[in-house]
Every structure is written in structure tokens, then in C-alpha cells.
């Protein structure tokens, strides 16, 4: 059973960057699908971007599509989220999410491992 633990997160101002990374451990991190995903307050959880095991499959939102970037090491265990440009209502709390597959996952209630997530600010 993998755990994925993020971090990364913090305040920044519009236009600026963060790299959010999603460390695992406990499993076989390349037989995983990967996923991130984000909840702000009161709001729902949504779909951030999801990649295959191989890294291949790359798949965004299209609020964040020609921002943000997915990424995957296998040898280092360790999912990232590059996040360019942000905006104020980028502002959510992070999480990682793990499914033992071969395809891309876009949908929460597919995946089975959850990170408790890492808190994004950005200010206006």
C-alpha cells in the first residue's frame, strides 16, 4: 500500500510559480497512475492533471491547461506539479492521488491513495 505526502505548497503572489511534489512510499511507485487534484474552501474537489505510469498521457483542466505541468520521477518515487502563472482562484489545498493502472485517471473516485494534501495561497 503506497503513502504519498505533499509538499511544496505556500503563499505567492499572482503571476508567480510553485513546484508542488508528491513523495511516495510503501509501494511500487511506477506501477501507479498519478493524478493531482484541488479543493477550495466550500468548494468541491476538482481534477488538476493526471499522468500514466510511464509518465506519458498527460492530461489537465482546462483552467490550468498551458500553466501548469505534470510530471513524474520514478527512480526518485516522487510526482510533481509545476504551477506557472497563478492566479487567485488557483488558491486551494493540493492533494495527490494513486491508482494501481495503466491508463490516466481524471476522476477522484477512481483513485485509491490520497495524500492529505499541501495548502496553495496566492495573493492578488
Known amino acids: 500500500q503506497v503513502q504519498l505526502v505533499e509538499s511544496g505548497g505556500g503563499l505567492v503572489q499572482a503571476g508567480g510559480s510553485l513546484r508542488l511534489s508528491c513523495a511516495a512510499s510503501?509501494?511500487?511507485?511506477?506501477?501507479?497512475?498519478m493524478g493531482w487534484f484541488r479543493q477550495a474552501p466550500g468548494k468541491e474537489r476538482e481534477f488538476v492533471a493526471a499522468?500514466?505510469?510511464?509518465?506519458?498521457?498527460?492530461f489537465y483542466a482546462d483552467s490550468v491547461k498551458g500553466r501548469f505541468t505534470i510530471s513524474r520521477d520514478n527512480a526518485k518515487n516522487t510526482l510533481y506539479l509545476q504551477m506557472n502563472s497563478l492566479k487567485p482562484e488557483d488558491a486551494a489545498v493540493y492533494y495527490c492521488?494513486?491508482?494501481?493502472?495503466?491508463?490516466?485517471?481524471?476522476?477522484?473516485?477512481?483513485?485509491?491513495?490520497w495524500g492529505r494534501g499541501t495548502q496553495v495561497t496566492v495573493s492578488s
Open positions: 492521488a494513486g491508482k494501481r493502472g495503466i491508463h490516466v485517471y481524471t476522476r477522484g473516485l477512481d483513485y485509491d491513495y
Open positions: 510503501g509501494g511500487t511507485f511506477s506501477t501507479y497512475a
Open positions: 499522468l500514466n505510469w510511464i509518465g506519458g498521457g498527460t
